[in-house]
């Protein structure tokens, strides 16, 4: 069946550190993938998204390429903020109309 | 545009006993989906509804959670009787493919501590 593999949590890194968080997933045909962010107290919000291969998704400075050669879809960003501490699923569909499967999520925390 | 909106936000229930909540998606999605929640992992899908014909609920267990969509717009899951392990936060989801791809819309959740 279809899963994703993310990196163990927690995080932690400095303010303005270097960020990746390994995502991998397991599925037949061509899945869409998905970063979801959960902030402190708040629910799952959309990162940023990618529908098929080699195509980059890119929100509030973060980024993550579809790698079907790798079967990957890792979350980078160059500079982490205090504010960007949360919670991050990474996520595949494979049709629409089926179900949606999420990672267990990675923690992260910056620290000023 | 409204965002989903789900209620209670928060419930308190001993084991046995009852719980319904509710969820109302943003208008025009189609498709609604429910999830679980349990603390440090992602969450699982229960079931999802096109309209208000069920497309999946192969993880929903049936002995104890129910879910309707009447009229393909609004529903409600409830659990019945509750145990321990139900405690956690039940996520409204809807989607639209038409306007958004396959993106998700999660409402703020209901936390449920069963004791």
């Known amino acids: 069946g279809n899963s994703v593999t993310q990196m163990e949590g927690p995080v932690t890194l400095s303010e303005e550190a270097f960020l990746t968080i390994n995502c991998t997933y397991t599925?037949?045909?061509?899945?869409?993938l998905f970063w979801y962010v959960q902030y402190p107290g708040e629910g799952l919000q959309l990162l940023l998204k990618?529908?098929?291969?080699?195509d980059k998704g890119s929100n509030k400075g973060f980024e993550a390429t579809y790698r079907k050669e790798t079967t990957s879809f890792h979350l980078e960003k160059g500079s982490v903020q205090v504010s960007d501490s949360a919670v991050y699923f990474c996520?595949?569909?494979?049709?629409?109309?089926?179900?949606?499967?999420f990672g267990p999520g990675t923690r992260l925390s910056v620290l000023p | 545009e409204a965002g989903v909106a789900q209620s209670p936000r928060y419930k308190i229930i001993e084991k046995r006993q009852s719980v319904a909540f509710w969820c109302n998606p943003i208008?025009?999605?189609?498709?609604l989906y429910w999830y679980q929640q349990i603390l440090g992992q992602g969450p699982k899908l229960l079931i999802q509804?096109?309209?208000?014909?069920?497309?999946?609920d192969s993880q929903l267990p049936k002995d104890r959670f129910s879910a309707e969509r009447l009229k393909g717009v609004d529903s409600t899951l409830k659990i019945q009787p509750a145990k321990l392990e139900d405690s956690a936060v039940y996520l409204c989801?809807?989607?639209?493919?038409?306007?958004?791809?396959?993106?998700?819309?999660f409402g703020p959740g209901t936390r449920l501590t069963v004791t």
């Open positions: 989801a809807s989607s639209s493919a038409r306007r958004d791809g396959y993106e998700q819309y």
């Open positions: 996520a595949l569909i494979r049709n629409y109309g089926q179900n949606f499967v």
């Open positions: 509804f096109q309209n208000n014909g069920v497309v999946d």
């Open positions: 208008s025009g999605h189609a498709t």
């Open positions: 990618a529908t098929k291969a080699d």
């Open positions: 599925a037949t045909g061509y899945p869409s």
